[in-house]
DNA sequence: CTGAAAGCGCTTACAG
DNA sequence: CTGAAAGCGCTTACAG
């Protein structure tokens, strides 16, 4: 087992105080060039890194910024993940993963977030019950909504419009001569699958056309069953799913029935992953730039962080959403 | 902004001294039952939480290690940190993430590891240049390769038998009568993927049969122009990935020039990701049980940081890989 | 521009 | 079984 090298140890070779080491990494501004230069050239050397326990605990900013997520084998996460990553490595931030839905937090993640000391909190559960929203209300350090609604302008919301998106690729495909427009969501009620339904629900309404929405489980299995069963009795010109993983679903099972994509049935997804583009066909989709709003997620946090330190006092702010813009990718799965 | 409960106020609100309050939470066998009861109770109204960072400088404990891996959007990452975090949570760790190759670990990252003073690493890189070796040594904590190998005992290694996976499913489909069986690799080398290579080549070479391997992208436009020039020239009769979605691909490209899976060309994957159950016809694959290698490395993590914390000063001995067992699942892709 | 000193919130020998 | 005290490795006013 290796001594780490401590900040002591850099004074010493340096023929300084502690203080200057410190100052030489958090203020250089405030350290006499040649000085700089020299402390500077020993912490290279040694290879020295300040514990970031003991900053932590004198600064009381870790630099360090918790991402709280239900689960992480969700396919929008990992892809989030790396777009906050890519931004946290910018400013210098470093990360801490807690995974857990609502009943967790309640119990004890929560706690464990905070009690972690973080600047700041990248938030992206969608449940949000009156428990959570307290526990939000107490919390130290600013938090950011990533691709999750806060349903509160005290916090902000880094997502896309999903109710603008699913309302005007509904009226696209109405617009194409399309009627029987089949609507698939999840059987757990998400915030912004409601969205999108209201998107879609809209514009079936502003054309007199039936809304059809079946609701299915996240579980491939039980998906099968469901839509088998839906489509023996019928089969829509189009399905979308608020799921790419269930559009291919429904779409090979309809294909198994002997209905033809897209000819007869034309299927759009969610998303916009990898699954798309393996699918056979390939799958039209709406694509989420989730990359792209975990990335903005973080770089917004670090700016309200700096707020944070410095002005402690200053009553909260509303916040307002910060909308990514999103494409429609058309692929095979329409004509 | 909340002022932070600390272990002051719960000692106040006590009438106990910090020292006892720290043992109630730390070795609570040491404190007379009926303080411990009362102490408790006042650190559950108040929703007390120790300070992550002061407790790690003073006990040197953090509680918490270390996940490092080159990317966190690959197939499997998500789920193995699913793993991770179940075996973490039940022993009460904590999770940082570091993300970043080989290159980023040199210039800065593996320093940002050990500066966050985690008690242990969970390692799932698979490059192993010389000097991210020398990096691993100097390091102060306990290392635990995950679906990686460390290429010397110092290590443990948490994986599956990949080499004699591939060679089993090799002659199984040997022994089903084929004698024209690819072998699909990355560009980039893998420790693991060139063990499922020697494998797939040492059945092969027992019965006589020709080795034939594409290396293709992990990038899935450039593996279809790849593929498509393989497929003008010959059709093998099974094809064998190192990913499933390397062998979906390949499948559907197949497909689209009229060859009929599985009765023309047989297709095995490797890994079992929900790609495999969305592809059409559904992905023959060797399942690796990937949420179980996450969570056996980090049960045994915690074994290894125990030893670590008694006695620092023993050399180090050496760790055996740990094998996980493997299945094959069977589906539509082979007849 | 630099150093001595206090303090961040805990834990843990050491006494008693 | 409990408390007073030292110390973990830093940062940051405060002097000079």
Redesign the pocket.
């Known amino acids: 087992m290796m001594n ?5 140890d850099i004074a010493g070779a340096a ?9 030489v ?3 250089p ?8 230069a020299r402390v500077l050239k020993i912490i290279k050397e040694k290879g ?4 970031a ?3 932590g ?5 870790s630099t360090t910024v918790a991402i709280v997520v239900p689960r992480i084998t969700r396919a929008s996460v990992a892809e989030m993940i790396q777009g906050i990553d890519d931004s946290a490595k910018k400013y210098g931030y470093t990360l801490r993963l807690f995974i857990g839905a609502d009943t967790e937090l309640q119990r004890d993640l929560w706690g464990d977030v905070i009690a972690s000391s973080v600047d700041g909190i990248l938030f992206m559960n969608d449940e949000m019950t009156p428990e959570t929203f307290d526990l939000l209300q107490k919390t130290p350090v600013p938090v950011v909504f990533v691709n999750a609604i806060s349903q509160t302008t005290q916090y902000a919301s880094v997502l896309i419009e999903y109710e603008k998106c699913a309302y005007e690729i509904t009226k696209e495909m109405i617009r194409r001569g399309n009627k029987k427009i089949l609507f698939i969501s999840t059987e757990h009620k998400y915030a912004v699958n409601d969205l999108k339904q209201k998107g879609y629900e809209k514009a079936m309404r502003e054309h007199d056309l039936p809304v059809d929405i079946i609701y299915s489980s996240g579980d491939l299995s039980i998906n099968e069953k469901d839509f088998n069963e839906y489509l023996d009795k019928r089969v829509p010109e189009v399905a979308m799913a608020v799921r790419d993983s269930m559009a291919i679903s429904f779409m090979n099972i309809a294909m198994k029935k002997g209905h033809r994509v897209p000819d007869v049935l034309q299927v759009i997804g969610f998303q916009n992953t990898r699954y798309a583009v393996l699918s056979n066909p390939k799958l039209t989709c709406v694509e989420i730039p989730i990359y792209e709003i975990g990335n903005k997620a973080m770089s917004f946090l670090t700016e309200l962080m700096k707020q944070n330190g410095d002005n402690s006092q200053k009553d909260k702010k509303d916040h307002p959403n910060l909308y990514v813009p999103y494409q429609v990718i058309w692929r095979e799965s329409t004509k």
Chains 1, 2 share one sequence.
């Open positions: 780490q090298v401590k900040i002591y023929g300084v105080s502690l203080a200057t080491v410190s100052r990494l958090n203020h501004e405030k350290v006499k060039e040649s000085t700089r020295y890194k300040p514990n326990n003991a900053r605990l004198a600064s009381r900013r």
